[in-house]
């Protein structure tokens, strides 16, 4: 189980783009993650007619290593450590080490 999933809410802690907020939309193999509307670069893309691909400068997103990123906690509207824990029924889940809530039911 990951401390970081697809669809939680992160805070970026360090880099050019320290201190905002995003979404994740990939987890990938390699401990890095993609942010919403974080880490944009200017891609150069050539035009090729055959696929249908326009020419021009692109802007996107670009993987941020997972290290860099801490998960948003929506009590104290910070970012926070996340540990986990088994309930009675026995099930894993993440919980925030600062009050002890769980981050998914």
Not at 18 to 38: F, H, N, P, W, Y
Request: net charge positive; hydrophobic share 40%; aromatic share 2%.
């Amino acid at each position: 189980m990951k401390r970081l999933r697809k669809g939680d809410q992160v805070v970026v802690i360090s880099g050019k783009d320290k201190d905002r907020q995003g979404t994740i939309l990939t987890v990938m193999a390699d401990d890095r993650v993609l942010v919403e509307s974080i880490n944009m670069v200017k891609k150069h893309t050539k035009a090729n007619p055959m696929q249908g691909v326009e020419g021009g400068i692109v802007e996107k997103e670009m993987p941020l290593h997972i290290s860099n990123v801490m998960l948003l906690n929506p009590v104290t509207n910070k970012a926070d450590r996340v540990g986990f824990k088994a309930l009675e029924d026995g099930r894993k889940v993440r919980y925030f080490k600062s009050n002890g809530e769980v981050v998914d039911v």
